[in-house]
């Protein structure tokens, strides 16, 4: 594995926290109109070098590094390169470093989850704040992709701090309207944003230019004043902070509604309220909490009836609620960019999502929707940091939970990618006789809470298709469908073969 590289500055301290090595990297498919390093955009060419290159360069400077240094990738785009700054990474992470990378969210997006839990300072430019700005100055027409790129970095994993850079040119962006829609477009990442810096537009690579032999397109504009590139410095820090304010106070209000809401559909019944938390005493999770503080538990806890089609949680809902599926199903579920359902999980009786949320601090990031009339327990917060929050049970319960979780991505992943619809189909029955088969003297009996289009979405097969491989799966005599709802599983061993 290799990667072009353009240059090395060894004793950064402007790209990333404390003093640091960064590597700029070759590669760029955008074309900013100030952009002082045009020599970096050509994808192939500078030195090639190796990840264990560049492990043994910041190895040699490490003792420069402090507390907060460390290594730094730049560019050109150094996403462009995704493999290898993974490998990079990966190396590094292992021997401790803090690492950092500068982008412009153009690179390659199949690493962006192998990367971005790996990242502790993202540096973001946001070169301009509408689609004809952008395509003026960059040349391509990403604002959509860009501001794609912004709302699922938590998604890809990235858990790090943000610094917000934008190069303010003279006659373009000096104006506090544009700080405002500045701060407008990083909104999805305010919990992550450390900084806004604004960079005042510059000429020192102008002369790069003719020797490149490529037109200059900000010809004639005069570099940026400095100090009144600070005033709007200020002016967007202002405003970002007025911004998180404001969004504190809708997340507050936002919980109370919630709260409401949920308190109007509390399950009001004395002998159901008794009965369920008899039931929920029995539970793993509450095996650690001291009998004392168990009345204090079960009246912290809001017991709901959820009805089917009614949202549980969305995606952004802060982490204000663990929920525990006391009787019922729900699906966890994502909204693809094309507009698709990806159902990832069914959860129902004895499950529980969000533990791993209120662990480590971070928003919802699918959405959980009951499939059928559901009893669910809501956990607040305020709970599950007084008892659940150091208990070893409660930790073992949500690390099971995620490893589970994991294998089931990753078994998705690869039926996804390897599988044809009649192995998907057949996965699919195989996982559904898991979670809610039931024996039965026809055989093993699966009562849907899906219709056809869900249990694609699930499968990741089109409606068609999934109806078009149950009846080929019923005329071979492996399963029976009894209406909509039913299939009996009449040969399991014949679905397995399709999986093996
Ligand atoms: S993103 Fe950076 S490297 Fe790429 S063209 Fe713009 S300024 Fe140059």
């Known amino acids: 594995m290799k990667g072009f590289l353009h240059s090395i500055e060894t004793m950064g301290l402007v790209d990333g926290p404390g003093t640091r090595t960064v590597f700029f990297l070759q590669g760029c ?51 462009l390169q995704g493999e290898f700054v993974y490998e990079c990474l990966k190396l590094l992470k292992h021997e401790g470093y803090n690492t950092c990378v500068d982008t412009s969210g153009f690179g390659n997006p199949v690493f962006y989850s192998k990367i971005l839990p790996l990242v502790d300072t993202l540096i973001l430019d946001v070169k301009a704040f509408d ?74 690579g102008v002369q790069k230019y003719s020797q490149l032999g490529i037109p200059y397109r900000l010809e004639g504009v005069e570099p940026m004043n400095k100090d009144k590139a600070k005033e709007f410095e200020v002016v967007a820090n202002k405003l970002f902070s007025e911004s998180l304010h404001q969004e504190r106070k809708a997340n507050e209000l936002r919980k109370q509604e919630k709260l409401k809401l949920f308190r109007d559909k509390e399950i009001a019944s004395k002998e159901e309220r008794t009965d369920v938390f008899a039931n929920l005493r029995k539970l793993p999770l509450l095996s650690d909490v001291d009998e004392t503080d168990l009345d204090e538990v079960l009246n912290g806890v809001i017991l709901l009836n959820i009805k089917a089609g009614e949202f549980i949680f969305r995606t952004g809902d802060p982490p204000d609620f663990m929920y525990l599926i006391y009787k019922g199903q729900m699906k966890i579920f994502y909204n693809t960019i094309d507009g698709e359902e990806q159902i990832f999980y069914i959860y129902r009786d004895g499950d529980f999502v969000g533990g791993l949320n209120l662990l480590v601090a971070t928003p919802y990031r699918y959405i959980g929707q009951a499939l059928t009339d559901c009893k669910v327990v809501a956990i607040p917060k305020a709970i599950f940091d007084k008892f659940f929050y150091h208990s070893p049970a409660v930790l073992r319960s949500v ?35 898991k979670l809610i088969g039931v024996e039965t003297e026809e055989g093993i009996r699966l009562e849907l809470s899906m219709n056809r289009g869900e249990l694609g979405n699930y499968s ?18 492996f399963i029976e469908l009894v209406g909509n709802k039913v299939i009996v599983i009449k040969d399991l061993e014949a679905l397995e073969g399709y999986v093996l």
């Open 131 to 204: 689609r004809e700005s952008f395509r003026n100055l960059t040349t391509i027409d990403g604002f959509d992709s860009y501001v794609n790129f912004i709302a699922n970095l938590d998604l890809w994993g990235f858990n790090g701090q943000i610094w917000i850079r934008h190069v303010m040119v003279p006659g373009q962006t000096d104006n506090e309207e544009s700080m405002r829609r500045l701060v407008e477009i990083i909104k999805p990442v305010s919990h992550r944003v450390d900084r806004i810096e604004i960079l005042p537009y510059h000429t020192s």
């Open 399 to 433: 690390l099971a939970k995620s490893f589970e979780r994991i294998r089931w991505a990753e078994e998705l992943i690869q039926r996804l990618a390897t599988s044809n619809a009649s192995m998907k189909t057949a996965a699919l029955l195989l996982k559904l006789v």
């Open 29 to 79: 498919p955008l074309r900013c109109a100030y952009c002082h390093n045009p020599d970096t955009l050509k994808r192939v060419g500078g030195q090639e070098v190796t990840p264990q290159r560049i492990l043994e360069i910041a190895n040699r400077y490490r003792p420069y590094y402090g507390e907060e240094g460390g290594v730094t990738f730049s560019g050109g785009e150094p996403l």
């Open 460 to 477: 990741g097969l089109r409606r068609e298709t999934i109806t078009r491989k149950l009846g080929e799966f019923k005329e071979l005599g």
